[in-house]
Nanobody, 121 residues
Framework: QVQLVESGGGLVQAGTSLRLSCAAS???????MGWFRQAPGKEREYVGS????????DYADSVKGRFTISRDNAKNTVYLQMNSLKPEDTAIYYC???????????????WGQGTQVTVSS
């Protein structure tokens, strides 16, 4: 069993940056980690994922070049650095852990509770 807890959300102005963290607890952190977001009235959207080692990453086109995913396996934590934020980035952001070994896996085994990010114009 793995518990995921996101933090770092908040209210920021457009053009600024924010870094989200996702701390994992449990017996193992050997998962592909993904970030998702869900805006009000919209479906959950894939943001990106990172391999177990952290050596490979994948991003949705909507965030490519602005967001960066990283992980510190010694701290069982994955990060989402968000730069040049836009109002359309406003959403609840979730991290998730997948036992699949490929990036952008189809299914995830564990989910966090989410953290709100609001970007004002």
């Amino acid at each position: 069993q793995v518990q995921l807890v996101e933090s770092g959300g908040g209210l920021v102005q457009a053009g600024t940056s924010l870094r989200l963290s996702c701390a994992a607890s449990g017996r193992s952190f050997s998962y592909v980690m993904g970030w998702f977001r869900q805006a009000p009235g919209k479906e959950r959207e894939y943001v990106g994922s990172i391999s177990r080692s952290g050596g490979s990453r994948d991003y949705a086109d909507s965030v490519k070049g602005r967001f960066t995913i990283s992980r510190d396996n010694a701290k069982n934590t994955v990060y989402l650095q968000m730069n040049s934020l836009k109002p359309e980035d406003t959403a609840i952001y979730y991290c998730a852990a997948s036992s699949f070994t490929v990036l952008r896996p189809r299914t995830y085994d564990y989910w966090g509770q989410g953290t709100q990010v609001t970007v004002s114009s």
